[in-house]
């Protein structure tokens, strides 16, 4: 049998160095993700991910991280094809002394899962146990099998409906299982789990040892009790040439990998293979570059980018401007608007296409929306480099409409469908940034459905960078700018996305606390100088807006 695999293989490898690699789509081709903080390196995972055309995470939790990082990695994991397990594991795992750790990995999950939004969940646990590694083992490993087995029968009954996947090594089929001296410990183990990987850590599938002679009885096991298996394999520099890929090299790796989709796939029971993978870079003894500070502001009268270019970048260079939201008048041509985007890109003043009304929030107007992104994406496609709009940008207030008061819930529904609709036209095909601004107040406002969820979480989640409405003329203090802020701010760096501080300049002579009219320009820029300065450590924060262009110009020195 072993020579008939050798000669399979030699003609598989000769096939695919003259055709090309092509895993079969129906596998799982996943990696494992060592502890890492997720807020810092998630994008750095799927885009690593993506590139190996990984279509599985292992991803090695921390129950310290806030739930809200995962939901946010997962979704945005999940968006792109992947899916997400949450891993943990420590050698220790396997003695009962250590049992409530397993178990309390488990109730986090589940608790997890509970919480998480829809595609925000994780896929399911995997148990990365990995006793041998102990000093138990090798004074006596059939008593540490023996704890092992009931940590896990404890873990998985906890587990309940959750998906559980493990890992063991390929030499456990000479281990007998404790209280079933006939049957081996891997027949045991397997049966436990949805699905198990096989740590086969060779570099090479033939042979005597070669990954397809070592792991032959654990595919007759699993395809007999119809459980799911995968090959484990490492890049890593194990110290032993032969256990590791890591001389050969990725390339080398890959073809092997395919070929055992091809000839392991023959087994009912495979179902793909996981490598060791991301690890967070060492950090770097460099100095890290200050953020760039945005300044930005409102031009809400459409006509001022045509009819007053010049006077609006000669604004904006005095007040060193680098961002513009700009409301356009969607009859206009294209070639309307070339001129002015043209010369603010070049000043260095990113440009994002703006609109919005109360009425907007309604899905009747979902159409009026649709018409701002298309414009947006079809004027882009025709423009050159330095003239395209960088975002769209939306101001919806529905709060100002009667409906609210006696609907609230309902409208809230139907503006988050439209926020969907919006983030997800404006994202096809596109890199434009999508954003919105959202009134501070929003924090105590339940998610229609997913009460448990604050809205203005939900929209933070939904969005590119969201500008917070924190309308008042103080800095500091209860009820001051930072204090209405705090809680967007915190779950902002949270996910790591960008926030915006938004103060007014409109003159309101009912609630003069909510703008700078009164105090003049001058004491704005000393109270933006205290907020920048305060929230200098928020990775989050990128700077603020001014509303609005005109109520600035005007305004008092």
Known sequence: ??????????????????????????????????????????????????????????????????????????????????????????????????????????????????????????????????????????????????????????????????????????????????????????????????????????????????????TENEFEAADRLEKKLMIGVTIAETGSNHTTFFEEGQEDMEMHLGVADRHLGEHPSYAGTLVNGFQAPEPEESVVPEKEEIRGTYIWHAPDLIEKQDEILTFAKEQNLNLLYTRLDLRKPFTAYADFVEKANAAGIEVHAMGGHPSWAKKESEGRILNLVDYVKSYNESSGSGQQFAGIHLDVEPYTDPSWDTNEQDVLRQWMDNLEVFVEETKRGSDLEASMDLAMWFDDLPTPDHPDTPFYQWVIDTMDHTSVMAFRDQA???????DVAANELSYAEEVGKKMLISVEMKESKANPHISFYEEGAVIMEDMLTIVNEELESNASYNGSVVHSYRYWRNAQP
Request: no cysteine.
């Open 1 to 214: 049998m072993k020579n008939n695999w050798l000669v399979i293989l030699s003609i598989s490898v000769a096939f695919l160095f003259l055709t090309g690699f092509s895993s079969e789509d129906s596998y799982k081709k996943a990696m494992w993700v060592e502890r890492t903080e997720i807020n810092d390196h998630g994008a750095a995972i799927i885009k690593e991910a993506q590139e190996k055309k990984i279509n599985t995470l292992y991803v090695n939790v921390n129950p310290d991280t806030p739930d809200a990082s995962y939901q946010h990695f997962n979704e945005q994991a999940q968006q792109v094809g992947i899916s997400v397990y949450a891993a943990g594991g420590e050698p220790d795992w396997a003695l009962e002394a250590n049992q409530s750790e397993l178990i309390d990995f488990v109730i986090w999950a589940k608790n997890f899962q509970a919480s998480a939004g829809e595609g925000q969940q994780f896929a399911g646990i995997h148990l990365r146990i990995q006793p041998q590694y102990l000093n138990e083992w090798y004074n006596d490993p059939f008593e540490v099998v023996e704890q092992w087995k009931t940590n896990i029968e404890a873990a998985v009954t906890e587990a309940g409906s959750l998906k559980t996947t493990g890992v063991i090594p390929f030499w456990l089929d000479t281990t007998q299982t404790p209280g079933d001296p006939d049957l081996p410990f891997n027949e045991w183990m397997i049966e436990q789990f949805d699905e198990t990987t096989i740590l086969a850590y060779r570099d090479t599938l033939e042979g005597e040892n070669g990954i397809v002679s070592l």
């Open 476 to 482: 500091k203090g209860p009820g001051g700018i930072l």
